[in-house]
């Protein structure tokens, strides 16, 4: 999990184009959104397709569900986790 979680923080970086954070500035429990690294709804987007891109999956759900899965790294990781074991 700890790779998967260090992928996704790089894919953050990269996708969004956060130049002043590095993926290890990231906290794989800190909110992505609001307080914490302080992402928008235009930034859940990309990083929504650039999961899609590189892992092939496309995240779904209810617009809570959704909010859940992209809370944190952590919740990304395991929800990844979840549906490359179905």
Known sequence: ???????????I?????LE?????????GEPLFEKGLGLDS????????????????KVQGSKEEIRAIFETVSSIARYLAEQKSH
Request: aromatic share 2%; proline share 2%.
């Open 1 to 11: 999990m700890a790779d998967l979680e260090r992928e996704l923080k790089e894919l």
């Open 13 to 17: 970086v990269s996708s969004l184009n």
């Open 20 to 28: 002043d954070i590095a993926p290890e500035d990231i906290d794989s």
């Open 42 to 57: 235009i930034d859940g987007l990309e990083l929504g397709m650039a999961i899609r891109k590189k892992y092939g999956l």
